[in-house]
């Protein structure tokens, strides 16, 4: 698998152009494209003219930096001026953005090429692509099964070398879910680190971007380039950013990891148990010191998602009012332009959201429902203190089963969120954590391990996983298209 430092240095040393990776990315998409599904857009015209500006300053023998060049791909849950911004729903289905996301700013800033915009869940809304209202997403490991989500379309884009590195965004695993679904990295930062500016809000308090990529390193390089303060999302963090790259050795640090007692029980697929099981013990060889910790109350971090969550979106989604942008299906008066095009806009999950967010928050069940949920996320919250008190890293799968097939969970929504129990008390809790391949079931499906840090502690995160990547075979896996 290629990397961000080996097309960098293709670049430098003129082997290829960036014209020539841009184009042999654009060439891959239309490969492949068909059997995947990764994109709602393809940006080829505007990759061509950003690569052709980096080879300018490349003949003229400028500098360019480390991601000048590099093509990547983008949610299309970020906002991207000029360029279509659907967030996979009927009602932005012709929304092009007249301003750009921050992350999206930075990228461009730092020379990057915009290959196109991926698929993904309805709003954000799901565990498997599958609410899209425009395509689904196949899992490039195998066509039958779902990518995950809701970022599917970048995790699949990655693991089907349609680009070389993607952001997603996630809000209660979406992006961590979709790399071990998919055997790719994905990570997702403290709450604050990188701006939600541009970001289409599903559930404000627990949104984050983060990169998904092949490698640890192209994660820890993308991260650097797009976290940072930002004047326009006032929960944006005024912190250094620490140039995680650069922190990077084949060595593990000095490290007390905690297995999430919890984690391993009921409904764990023995396989991802068997795999993950082996990824401690390969940190335990490589020096660090393994203890088991409780975190008692972890899982009632899915009810309590269940809860915040669709409230906020409830919140959210109700500037979609035909009136201000996006779909307008026309109606007698201005309640039935509402109804109207809500109801044809937005899809079955979003509805259903929407309607247990309003209930959760209407004034009869406000105390029994979300008041409630918000204590719940206090009480997790201070789980993950008592065990950053003897831990500095817990450790579980991502998810508790492989990809599944496309179909089999749709007529079941409960079913769907029940998967979401590892990685949802991250977000409530605005800790950083990361999603890395740490091996195969017998059906030949990526598994991935989940690495939970506290709060700030990316670096030290990158660090473990990149020792771990070091030493063994996972990444360099590709599937086989
Ligand atoms: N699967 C979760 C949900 O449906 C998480 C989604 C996300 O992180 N955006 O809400």
Not at 211 to 236: F, M, N, R
Request: net charge negative; charged share 20%; aromatic share 8%.
């Amino acid at each position: 698998m290629t990397s961000i430092r080996e097309l960098h240095q293709q670049l430098v040393s003129k082997e290829r152009s960036a014209v020539e990776i841009t184009q042999s990315y654009l060439d891959r998409i239309e490969a492949v494209e068909a059997k995947v599904k990764s994109f709602l857009t393809i940006t080829s015209d505007r990759a061509l003219t950003q690569a052709q500006k980096v080879d300018e300053k490349i003949t003229s023998k400028e500098a360019i930096q480390l991601l000048e060049g590099i093509p990547l791909a983008l949610k299309d849950n970020l906002c991207t001026k000029n360029v279509l911004t659907t967030c996979g729903s009927k009602i932005l289905a012709n929304f092009v953005p007249p301003y750009e996301s921050t992350v999206t700013q930075k990228l461009e800033d730092q020379g990057t090429i915009l290959l196109g915009k991926t698929n993904l869940d309805e709003f954000a809304m799901g565990s498997s692509t599958e609410n899209s209202a425009f395509q689904i997403t196949a899992n490039p490991w195998d066509l039958s099964k779902v990518p995950g989500g809701s970022s599917g379309g970048s995790a699949a884009a990655v693991a089907a070398h349609e680009c070389l590195v993607a952001l997603g965004s996630d809000t209660g695993g979406s992006i961590r879910q979709p790399a071990s679904f998919c055997g790719v990295v994905g990570m997702k930062p403290t709450y604050g680190l990188v701006s939600r500016y541009g970001l289409v809000a599903y559930a404000s308090s627990l949104d984050q971007i983060g990169p998904l990529s092949g490698s640890v390193e192209d994660s820890a390089i993308l991260l650097k380039a797009i976290a940072g303060h930002d004047p326009k999302d006032s929960t944006s963090l005024k912190v250094d950013i620490p140039d995680y790259p650069s922190l990077l050795k084949p060595e593990l640090p000095p490290v007390r990891i905690g297995i999430i007692e919890e984690t391993f029980g009921e409904g764990l697929n023995p396989e991802v148990e068997a795999a993950v099981k082996q990824a401690i013990l390969q940190w335990e060889s490589l020096g660090a010191s393994i203890t088991t910790i409780s975190c008692p109350r972890f899982r009632y971090g899915l009810p309590a998602y269940y809860i915040i969550a669709p409230s906020e979106a409830s919140a959210n989604l109700a500037r979609y009012d035909a009136v201000k942008y996006g779909l307008r299906q026309e109606g007698e008066n201005l309640l039935s332009m509402y109804t109207k095009t809500r109801a044809q806009g937005f899809g079955t999950e979003v509805k259903r959201r929407i309607m247990l967010g309003t209930y959760a928050l209407s004034a009869g069940y406000y105390d029994a429902y979300y008041l409630k949920a918000q204590k719940v996320r206090t009480l997790i919250k201070q789980d993950f203190e008592a065990a950053f008190g003897q831990v500095d890293i817990l450790v579980c799968p991502t998810s508790p089963v492989t990809a599944f097939t496309a179909g089999d969970k749709t007529a079941d929504p409960l079913s769907m969120y029940l998967l979401d129990l590892m990685t949802i008390p991250v977000n409530l809790a605005g800790l950083p954590a990361i999603s890395i391949p740490c091996g195969f079931d017998q059906q030949g499906l990526p598994i991935g391990v989940q690495l939970i840090g506290n709060v700030l502690s990316e670096a030290l995160l990158f660090q473990v996983a990149y020792a771990y990547e070091q030493n063994t075979p996972w990444h360099s896996k590709s599937a086989n298209l």
